[in-house]
């Protein structure tokens, strides 16, 4: 990647440093969840204000080209654009699934074996709620499915 366009962690982007966990801390205490909190609003606000920058940009860019090569340029940019956006909107309602999981203290589990996730895990993806064992044999099972 070219200098200056690397892109930033979930971590980063929040302003935080990894968890340091206690000796003998509880798994998924107030202390960690705050911070997880911390992390995934931090990454929600992000997404948003990219939607805001796109719909200023595609406003801002809407020309009518006489040319219908720079016409179909421009609509493949936007297309792209509109794209990438709908991704984002579809993590921004994960994040606050993910948000609303935290409020009911019933973050950092595995929904399929209840076991725990685990700090790093979660700090490398937020909105995780398969344990790693889980979402592998998820992932080869959907393999199996499709081949």
Known sequence: MPEGTKKLGVLAIAGVNPYQESAGEEYMNSKQRGHFKRILEAWRNQLREEVDRTLTHMQDEAANFPDPVDRAAQEEEFSLELRARDRERKLIKKIEKTLQKIEEDDFGFCDSCGVEIG????????????????KTLAEIKEKQMAG
């Open 119 to 134: 700090i790093r895990r979660l700090e490398a993806r937020p909105t995780a709620d398969q344990c790693i064992d889980c």
